[in-house]
């Protein structure tokens, strides 16, 4: 709080009112002066929010507020600037909130719920400033990374037992979030892709009822939310034999994600780790076929900062945790993504995804 231009911050973004509280419930605001933070919620979550609250040990105190939590939010913030304005003649009156999270009419409302002087002036739109906090990890949120990823290595070993020629490829996203719940996941961190075949070549294909093919790619994208902490991985494995250029274009991938994941490094620019996948595909004349960036931040949720894109001058710092995942598409015909987790340290990378990546036939 002492290093950003506002007194005072409103928190609405549920993500970042878990990183700062602890509270996991659907409905809150967090209040946030120099000297005091506040959650606010409804009773439905009296019990839950103390609970969870406390045993974040950050010093938030909560308030169950009767009408909307973010109104009562901006009331309590209000009134807490007004005294200490009133206290000490520096204090401005003014709330940063989320710019990006924040509607129109979420605004307006705040608004008409002010004293009319502070209408005009108090609510002061800002960046995000959780977000980039939560890009960096701490050691405990680090070691339940490590477990949501292992949970994944378990599922993809699973799942190797369940495929075969015929089966639809909703069965297979059955079985992994199946077995995912079974195992203690909260959910899944977003909607399971399972493309088989021709529809490999979607690089987003959620599972359809297309039965496995006797012959072809099987490309599985998948993450399970554990102790509130995402994971993402993605294999592409082989039913039947591959041909010769099948082989050929999955070893290219392959060689552009161990590329990418060898460049991991505190310092190195996101761009330089996009690069390094890149340029292989390039010197082999697949890059065309690369069509999304190499990777993204994940954590709490699935996709955050940073970005490892193409010229992405934002550095790598310790703690942060990105995806690496670089694909080759050809529309029509065949498609193939490898994806690993992997943490950021000061002399290279932490492969939090522990699966096989030589090409499996099934
Ligand atoms: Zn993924
Ligand atoms: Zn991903």
């Known amino acids: 709080m002492a290093a950003i231009p506002v007194p005072a911050l409103l928190i609405t973004n549920l993500p970042d009112v878990r990183y700062l509280s602890g509270f996991t419930g659907s409905n809150a605001a967090l209040a946030i002066t120099r000297r005091a933070a506040r959650l606010f ?21 909560v308030e169950i507020a009767s009408g909307p939590a973010s109104v009562a939010a901006i009331q309590w913030l209000a009134a807490q600037l007004g005294e200490q304005a009133a206290a000490d003649k520096t204090t401005i009156l003014q709330v940063g909130f989320d710019a990006t999270h924040t509607t129109v009419a979420e605004v307006d409302r705040w608004r008409e719920a ?7 002036k108090l609510l002061t739109p800002t960046a995000s400033l959780v977000e980039p906090l939560r890009h960096l990890k701490d050691e405990d949120e680090l070691a339940v990374m490590r477990q949501a990823a292992a949970l994944g290595d378990e599922l993809f070993s699973h799942i190797l037992t ?17 077995q995912a719940r079974m195992r203690g996941a909260e959910g899944m961190s977003f909607e399971t892709i399972v493309a088989s075949g021709v529809r490999s070549a979607l690089p987003h294909g959620r599972a359809t009822q297309t039965p496995l093919p006797r012959r072809g790619f099987l490309t599985m994208d998948f993450g399970v939310i554990l102790n509130g902490y995402c994971s993402d991985m993605t294999r592409t494995v082989y039913l039947g034999k591959p041909s010769i250029a099948e082989r050929n274009v999955y070893e290219a991938v392959l060689a552009a994600q161990e590329s990418a994941v060898a460049a991991v490094r505190a310092g190195v620019t996101c761009g330089e780790v996009d690069e390094a996948a890149r340029s292989i595909l390039r010197d082999v004349q697949l890059a065309d076929w690369f069509t999304h960036s190499t990777g993204h931040g994940v954590g709490i949720e699935i996709h955050e900062g940073p970005r490892i894109a193409a ?4 550095k790598l710092a310790p703690g942060m945790v990105i995806t690496i995942e670089p694909g080759v598409y050809f529309p029509g015909d065949f498609g193939i993504r490898i994806e690993d987790m992997v943490a950021v340290t000061r002399t290279g990378g932490e492969v939090l995804t522990h699966s096989p990546k030589a090409l499996i036939e099934l």
């Not at 002010?114 to 005009?120: F, Q, T, V």
């Not at 075969?164 to 996203?173: K, L, V, Y």
């Open 41 to 61: 919620t409804d009773g439905r979550y009296t019990t839950q929010a103390a609970e969870e609250v406390k045993a974040a040990g950050l010093g938030v105190k």
């Open 162 to 178: 369940i495929i075969q020629p015929g089966i639809p490829e909703t069965a297979i996203a059955a079985e992994l979030e199946y």
């Open 114 to 120: 002010l004293p009319s002087k502070l209408r005009r």
């Open 311 to 314: 010229n992405q001058a934002e």
